[in-house]
T-cell receptor, first 110, second 111 residues
């Protein structure tokens, strides 16, 4: 069982608000990822990190930003939420091989 | 990384074996085959992976053809809780930013 946590699990917020989605893992993995997934659609990589102070943009362009100050923590921030940001956000971490995913945050921007 | 092709959906009777195919005809020699599943929008769950030998664990078996151009994930005794979208992914072991999930196969296990 993977130890990767995301909070909040569900978030409903108004347009223009700043939000931070939290992701933490206790496995000591260097590599961490953020994916975005709309209902019934594919997962799209939006950010990844190979270690502390390393962040890269993924295949899908996103207005969100990430930081990696500690190995175990990889938060995602939206400075000004918009309805187009409504989606599910999934965090993952990886050691040598497979990725382990958190339960996801379902974000609704009204 | 090699792309994969999977059927969009499959049905399986509860208690029977579910055999999920995946084509990866452009796979290269150092690319592994990974299988994940996603149950109703939860985070994807790792199932199994292999390079060229068949693999088995407590969840499933992975059969890779000798030419490595295709593989089959086998759930030996499917249950209703195995209803999920199953993703076949091909990537190099150390290519950490390339987990392309695609659209997968929706497996419907029916009573």
């Amino acid at each position: 069982e993977a130890d990767i946590y995301q909070t909040p699990r569900y978030l409903v917020i108004g347009t223009g608000k700043k939000i931070t989605l939290e992701c933490s893992q206790t496995m000591g993995h260097d590599k961490m990822y953020w994916y975005q997934q709309d209902p019934g659609m594919e997962l799209h990589l939006i950010h990844y990190s190979y270690g502390v102070n390393s962040t890269e943009k993924g295949d899908l362009s996103s207005e969100s930003t990430v930081s990696r100050i500690r190995t175990e923590h990889f938060p995602l921030t939206l400075e000004s939420a918009r309805p187009s940001h409504t989606s599910q956000y999934l965090c993952a971490s990886a050691g040598v091989g497979e990725q382990y995913f958190g339960p996801g945050t379902r974000l609704t921007v009204t | 990384d090699a792309k994969t092709t999977q059927p969009p959906s499959m049905d399986c009777a509860e208690g029977r074996a579910a055999n999920l195919p995946c084509n990866h005809s452009t796979i290269s020699g150092n690319e592994y085959v990974y299988w994940y599943r996603q149950i109703h929008s939860q985070g994807p769950q790792y199932i199994i992976h292999g390079l060229k030998n068949n693999e088995t664990n407590e969840m499933a078996s992975l059969i890779i053809t000798e030419d490595r151009k295709s593989s089959t994930l086998i759930l030996p005794h499917a249950t209703l809780r195995d209803t999920a979208v199953y993703y076949c992914i091909v990537r190099e072991l150390y290519n950490f930013n390339k987990f392309y999930f695609g659209s997968g196969t929706k497996l419907n296990v029916k009573p």
